[in-house]
């Protein structure tokens, strides 16, 4: 189920895991040369930073090769494009928070979530995956062993409380800074869970019938799982979608600029970005750590609206100052009351869509 943790979160590209996957098989397979499989773990790199560079160092530990530098061919690339907010990246928290994976999630345990949670039977299978001779087998309990170090984070927890100690992990973010900026290490279980479900293969393969009957039977508890991952033939279309093509059809007539997505939340408006394609103000509910951050300050000063209040006129005025030309009010769970919205911006331009007057920003 943890292999569904970016999916359930609404970020597909970074849990898509079918180049690394597909280097290390061939690799191991020795039906290609190490550089093609540098070159899949760089694209690995394009997907995800962190995963491309875990699938490196695994890599690098099962099947070292020369040829495995060619990862830096599609990636010398990007990491130079990034560069410029690099910097910048290292010197502020993300947005998206810390997310880690709980020891008893690795247990498998139902303390915590599903999409948190190892399947018990990959632990099972574990000794069959190193029941390998010789180096293969130390290699392989080294791989392991880092990618679960990884994933528990540098302060790993029980069930999402208090941290148990401090891991490794957290020295490595000192010393080497973007380290730190891996906020989700439980991403390392996009690596950890296909290796060990090569060990569980391993033991199916030798066990007879009733004996793989019974280890089946294992994952009748956790099949709400699947569930939370939408099925790719499901066309879903999130709401406010409407209004959304009506803002991508009409920013040119309109003049529209970044828009303030009142009732966002994170998945909710992110979702309709891609759609309107303007900057936006969306809903993050938790309060940015730097109070004199301008973003924070216009989140703070729309929230009012929420409760149908009036917003403060300098609150109007910043808005336009800092490109916001509409803000976009859209049900999602809640209803707003639009009494504090319409007495600011008057009439709807379009149900749902509505105008920051100019002449706020002078």
């Known amino acids: 189920p943890v292999m569904l943790h970016e999916i359930a979160g609404g970020r597909t590209l970074s849990g898509a895991v079918w180049p690394g996957l597909l280097a290390l098989g061939l690799l191991a397979q020795g039906r290609i040369q190490s550089v093609l499989g540098g070159l899949l773990i760089g694209l690995q790199g394009l997907f995800y930073v962190y995963t491309g560079l875990l699938f490196g160092l695994v890599a690098l530990i099962l099947c070292p090769a020369w040829g495995l530098l060619a990862a830096a061919i599609p990636m010398i690339p990007y990491l130079w494009w990034l560069s410029p907010v ?92 973007p380290l730190a900026r891996m906020h989700h290490p439980i991403r390392a279980a996009l690596v950890l869970v296909p290796l060990l479900a090569v060990g569980l293969s391993r033991l199916l393969d030798r066990l007879p019938w009733p004996a793989v009957l019974a280890t089946a039977l294992l994952a009748l508890p956790m099949r709400h799982a699947v569930e939370l991952g939408a099925p790719w033939s499901a066309m879903v279309e999130p709401e406010g979608l409407t209004q959304a093509r009506w803002i991508a059809d009409h920013t040119d007539d309109q003049h529209i600029g970044a828009i303030v997505d009142l009732t966002g939340n994170q998945g909710g408006a992110l979702a309709l970005q891609p759609i309107h394609q303007r900057p936006m103000l969306e809903g993050l509910r938790k309060e940015l750590p730097d109070k004199d951050r301008q973003v924070g300050w216009l989140r703070r000063g729309v929230d009012p609206w929420l409760s149908g209040q009036r917003v403060a006129p300098s609150t109007l005025k910043a808005l336009r100052q800092a490109g916001f030309t509409h803000v976009l009010v859209v049900p999602r769970g809640t209803v707003v009351p639009l009494d504090g919205v319409e007495a600011d911006l008057g009439s709807p331009v379009f149900p749902g869509v509505y105008t920051i007057p100019t002449g706020t920003e002078e």
């Open 86 to 177: 690099w910097s910048d990246a290292q010197t502020r928290p993300p947005d998206a928070g810390f997310t880690r994976l709980p020891v008893a999630g690795l247990l498998g345990l139902a303390r915590v979530q599903e999409r948190f949670r190892l399947h018990p039977a990959l632990l099972i299978g574990l000794p069959a995956l190193l029941a390998a001779r010789g180096r293969q087998a130390l290699r392989l309990g080294a791989v392991i062993a880092l990618l679960v170090l990884i994933a528990l984070g540098p302060n790993p927890t029980w069930d999402g409380g208090g941290a148990l100690f401090t891991s490794p992990m957290a020295w490595a973010g000192e010393l080497f800074p």
